[in-house]
């Protein structure tokens, strides 16, 4: 595994963990979908949505949206300049919308149902092993 994999997957068990505090429920992780007999369409990190408390009530004003979260990590000690959200362009938003639709239409849950596309971005001191992260909702116009 190289060092980039081993970064991104560190990042996303930082996001998972980020998420949980925040009250949201992991209900899939790289969740993907290959086009008929071709290659892999893409990939959406983490598809969470606001837990429930013992009242039945969601936690946050989010209510039930379910959330399709891309995760973007680097290392500060290499890209001080750069922010992990920059690695999300336009063929990527199109990409992961397109995988949040399908994932939604597997579950059977209708497209016109509350969803969005939020972004994890990490930036981790690989020295201090200490991570920086910022939630952005909703970066992506349905």
């Not at 994999?5 to 992991?26: F, T, W």
């Amino acid at each position: 595994m190289n060092d980039s994999k081993r970064l991104g997957d560190y990042g996303e068990r930082i996001a998972c963990c980020y998420l949980e505090k925040k009250g949201y429920k992991i209900l899939d992780k790289n969740y993907s979908r290959k086009w008929q007999g071709g290659p892999q369409k893409g990939e959406v990190d983490i598809i969470a949505r606001p837990r429930r408390n013992i009242s039945g009530i969601f936690s946050g004003a989010k209510g039930d949206t379910i959330h399709f979260i891309e995760v973007k990590t680097l290392s500060s000690n290499k890209n001080r300049d750069f922010l992990p959200e920059d690695k999300v362009n336009f063929r990527k938003q199109k990409q992961i919308l397109k995988i949040a639709q399908d994932w939604l239409t597997e579950k059977k849950i209708s497209l016109e149902s509350k969803w969005q596309i939020d972004i994890v971005s990490i930036k981790v001191d690989l020295n201090t092993q200490k991570a920086k992260v910022h939630f952005l909702e909703n970066v992506v116009s349905l």
